[in-house]
């Protein structure tokens, strides 16, 4: 049996767009003489679609749409992933579809991710069926890793899924999945989904392993693609899943830059800006965006203050030269003079401290919203995920933006990516960016270790905390010093607030803050 694999892009919510694109590939794999053609989990409705999964018009519309796409599938057999909404409630189901009419559904039984809970119900799961004389086993979603067995009678397990990209998720899946194939003797078949969807990026990567766990084919990253496998004559050969460390950061690069154009083009924005301050983090993201968006689209403001250096311009100019954005330097000293003069009746005669800085940061922010609002530029927050951890961020200043694409990011990521960029883009990052000590420059000589440890142990002691989810005993047992480790994690623990306000921010890791890690706002939790 030839079976085509369509990994496809989808906008959450545009079903006849979805449809359009699904009834395109089916007309392909007609031509190419394929048997069967596999779509993604949701490729009708996108995902996660949330409470379009409680309205009834949109579930309507998804199946008229498979009314549509099976129209078509007269001398090709097809497997379609949408809602369906049944007796128990909205399950997220598989149609199967042979001589122009949809003959089954197959429903995901267990719903494994916090974005379905509430909005999915659990079906059957996993479920046998007869396409072109071969029997197959239809399942959908994590049900593939949760089915303990498959009859003997199985000769091709088909999953379809729509499952985000994580950082070193790839290898883990492939592996499991090899598994399956070579302990159970079944050709694995595995058509996700790929794309941005907000704060989501799917990586496709669709693929299928022999029934002797090899891998034969494998589709693109972060790009649409379709193949066809014939399980008689699997013909090629996938040496291996990328899982080198050269190969996980590029992976980052393409999600990053994938899941910010999805941003844009779904959402129709245009233009970005960003607030370019002469460091490492304002410097990824500029060279983010032109990537997705184009350097015509994007442009940069650096906006110094009493306290920045000369170097930090320089670079910052530097940099829009290199990338070939438009930019302007607009200082700031007069506004912040003139609010703090303001402001006198209310903390004149105080010392200076983190009221001054905030005050800066905040009249970037402003003015870079202005922009915004004058010029329809849609404005990119600069943070990282360290920062966002410890809360060295100002509320209303620096965590402003309309999307993050790097603040899942740990500071060391940005340098290991600030380092893949310059390497395979010609070095549009100034060599001085990535060796001076970082420092967000709102008093005189201030630099990041004046609070904090070197940034290769703050994040290896918010990774234990965050991703592993260890406690602070575990971490100092492991070698971390003892105060190190109480001072970040009582930062971490207090800065909840300013977490709850953040943009959009993309999801590159296994633990992102509110999702997968999300802390109470109010507690009194101190262990």
Same mark, same amino acid.
């Given at each position: ?8 892009? /989808?906008?959450?919510?545009?079903v ?24 993604? =989990?949701?490729?009708? $409705? ?63 039984q267990?719903i ?21 004389? *071969? ?6 979603? +994590?049900?593939?890793? %949760?089915?303990? !067995? ?10 379809? @899924? ?58 693109? $990253? ?30 980052? /690069?393409?999600?990053?830059? *994938? ?27 500029? *060279? ?10 994007v ?8 306290f ?6 320089e ?5 829009? =030269?290199?990338?070939? &954005?438009?930019? %302007? ?8 003079? $003139?609010?703090? !003069? ?6 004149g ?32 927050? *600069?943070?990282?995920?360290s920062?966002?951890?410890?809360? &060295? ?14 603040? +899942?990011?740990?500071?060391t ?6 380092? /893949? ?17 970082? $420092?967000?420059?709102?008093? #005189?000589n ?6 904090? #440890?070197?940034?290769?142990?703050v ?7 965050? =991703? +592993? ?11 971390f ?6 001072? &970040? ?12 306000? /953040? #943009? #959009?921010?993309l ?7 509110? %999702? ?6 109010? @507690?009194?939790?101190?262990k």
């Open positions: 049996m030839k079976i085509a694999l369509a990994q496809l892009n /989808y906008t959450v919510g545009d006849a767009g979805n449809t359009n694109k699904i009834i395109e590939s089916v007309r392909r794999a007609k031509a190419e003489g394929a048997d069967l053609v596999v779509f993604a =989990e949701q490729a009708i $409705s996108g995902a996660p679609s949330f409470d379009l999964l409680r309205k009834n018009p949109f579930l309507e519309q998804c199946e008229d749409a498979l009314m549509r796409i099976a129209a078509e599938c007269d001398t090709v057999d097809a497997i379609v992933g949408l809602p369906i909404l049944t007796k128990e409630g909205t399950i997220s189901a598989a149609a199967l579809i042979q001589q122009g009419r949809v003959v089954r559904y197959v429903g995901k267990n494994t991710v916090r974005r379905e809970l509430g909005f999915l119900t659990p079906s059957k799961g996993c479920e046998y069926v007869t396409i072109r004389g *071969c029997r197959c086993a239809l399942v959908v979603g +994590d049900d593939l890793f %949760h089915t303990p !067995d498959f009859d003997k009678s199985v000769e091709t397990v088909i999953n379809i @899924h729509a499952r985000r990209y994580r950082k070193g998720d790839l290898s883990r899946r492939y592996d499991v999945i090899r598994n399956i194939a070579y302990v159970k003797g079944k050709n694995v078949v595995m058509v996700n989904q790929v794309g941005g969807a907000t704060e989501l990026v799917y990586d496709g990567m669709s693929g299928v392993m022999d029934n002797r766990g090899k891998l034969v084919r494998l589709l693109k $990253s972060f790009e649409e693609d379709f193949q066809v496998f014939d399980t008689e004559n699997p013909a090629c050969s996938v040496e291996s899943v990328p899982v080198s460390v050269n190969d996980r950061t590029r992976f980052i /690069y393409e999600a990053a830059c *994938c899941g910010l154009r999805d941003f844009f083009v779904k959402n129709g924005y245009k233009k970005a800006c960003v607030g370019v301050s002469g460091g490492i983090d304002s410097a990824v993201v500029a *060279c983010l965006a032109v990537a997705a968006l184009g350097a015509e689209n442009r940069g403001l650096m906006m110094p203050s009493q920045s250096s000369e170097g930090s311009v670079d910052a100019k530097q940099l829009a =030269e290199n990338l070939g &954005i438009e930019f %302007h330097v607009v200082p700031i000293t007069e506004a912040y003079r $003139s609010i703090v !003069d303001t402001l006198i009746p209310v903390i005669g105080t010392d200076f401290d983190a009221t001054e800085e905030n005050i800066q940061s905040r009249i970037r922010t402003l003015m870079l919203m202005a922009l915004q609002n004058k010029n329809g530029y849609v404005l990119l927050n *600069c943070s990282n995920k920062e966002n951890a410890l809360g &060295i961020c100002t509320l209303y200043g620096d965590t402003g933006g309309a999307f993050s694409v790097t603040g +899942d990011l740990y500071k990521e940005m340098y290991d990516l600030a380092r /893949y960029i310059n390497r395979k883009f010609g070095a549009p990052i100034p060599e001085n960016i990535l060796t001076k000590e970082p $420092s967000s420059e709102l008093r #005189p201030q630099k990041d270790s004046d609070m904090l #440890p070197s940034y290769e142990v994040d290896a002691i918010l990774y234990r905390l965050i =991703e +592993d989810g260890q406690s602070r005993e575990e971490i100092i047992n492991a070698g010093d003892s105060d190190e480790v109480q001072k &970040i994690y009582a930062m971490v623990m207090r800065n909840e607030k300013k977490r709850f306000q /953040y #943009p #959009p921010v999801r590159l890791s296994s633990s992102s803050f509110g %999702h997968e890690y999300r802390m109470p706002l109010t @507690h009194k939790y101190v």
